[in-house]
């Protein structure tokens, strides 16, 4: 199983899978014309371009006024499975979930295996307690995970994917793998 830090690194910025999926369907556009395009905020889009240039998947060059975006390599390795999960995501209505920073995330330790919330948080390198519980609150008010609480001394919670959720994991698992084999060194 491969680790999640390669797809953390590459997709925790809200708009990274659309902007991998467009440029891989549509090749190079101007920065502007991408935020334009996604309704986002100038920071915000301007940060999401920083993240993908700086995990390599993305190459920005000077067009004039704004920025030329191109895909490197590793960002055609994951264009693929980004166009699959944004049409998946759209087809169950769940964009304003997926543009999250964790949720999918969370949903992919899930379906791997991840039933207890120490264990999910341990698969996530860098999502903090706070970031994790709203995740599962989300994931759970979407119908895409279930939380169980079993009577024991103290009480504990296991977390499952629904039926719901186990049809969005393998889309979202192919991303996260496509990750991996994007950035291997960081598997």
Known sequence: MTSLVPAT????????VPTIARLYRDGPQRAAELQRIFGASRDTFAQTLRALEAA???VRQPDRRSYRC?????GRVV????????E???AMEIVPLALKKWPMLVLVAVGRGASRYSRIEDDLPGITPRALALALKDL???G???????HTYPPTSRYTLTPRGQELFPVMDRLCSAAAQALPSEA
């Open 9 to 16: 690194r590459m997709f925790h910025h809200r708009w990274s």
């Open 70 to 74: 191109d895909l490197t390599k590793a």
């Open 88 to 90: 998946t995501v759209r």
């Open 144 to 150: 895409l995970v279930e939380r169980t609480v079993e």
């Open 56 to 58: 390599g998947v993305l």
């Open 79 to 86: 264009g693929q499975a980004c166009i699959e999960a944004v």
């Open 140 to 142: 759970n008010d979407a």
